[in-house]
């Protein structure tokens, strides 16, 4: 994918090496999505720009959710685990009038969804999320750098916020809930445990699920016991549940 450069990471920790960035387009502007080359890189980009892993295109009720988000004056993404950013400027390359709340906790990470971000209307958090806020330690298991796990640990230095109380600060500055996809390695355990008000706010929740990944510990169990009971249906393709809200009538 080109030659390696290299710029300066914006938490000053060193240099980032990067290779000849992504080009896509956002409505007429012509925009550049930078990555280090990394097969995990090169994959998250592919899923979200070759396979549209989020789009509605994939569902029967794809026409209805369109027509949704036509209807809502200020809509709210939220992108727990956005890793470099490649979701980030697919949901905004597709929902341009959204507002993206994005959540990343690993340095690296963090400093290329910098730099993919800037100028879009997102809100960027250098942080894990789950029910309560905390801290917690990064876990690297060897699946490349879109694998990081996080574990609690009160003397880490990676902070877990609340996605409740980020989610009811945006609804509070008048934004409607429309999105909320969450890909974070497990963390899906502790996110769907307490505090989960926030999901019947979400006509569309995408979620991939790590029981694949983490066996025998049962990472998706909260999540299942969270929607079981709601009016929603469960559609799985590839990787992620699309979990939508049934309206009533």
Known sequence: ????????????????????????????????????????????????????????????????????????????????????????????KNFPRAHIVAFEPEDHNFELLHLNASDLNVDLHHSAVGATEGRVALIDPGQGEWGYQTRDDKTANVKRESLARVIGSKIADGLVPFIAKIDIEGGEEDLFSANTDWVDQFPVIIIELHDWLLPKQGTSRNFLRCIANRNRDFVHIGENIFSIQILSH
């Open 1 to 92: 994918m080109g030659m390696i450069t290299n710029i300066k990471r914006f938490t000053g920790i060193g240099e980032l090496r990067i290779v000849n960035p992504f080009a896509f387009r956002i409505g007429h502007d012509r925009r550049m999505l930078h990555h280090r080359g990394t097969p995990a890189d090169k994959n998250v980009i592919r899923q979200m720009f070759q396979y549209e892993d989020y789009s509605f295109s994939h569902l029967k009720r794809g026409a209805e959710l369109t027509e949704m988000y036509d209807a809502i004056d200020r809509p709210l993404i939220i992108d727990a685990g956005a890793n470099i950013g490649a979701s980030v400027c697919w949901f905004q």
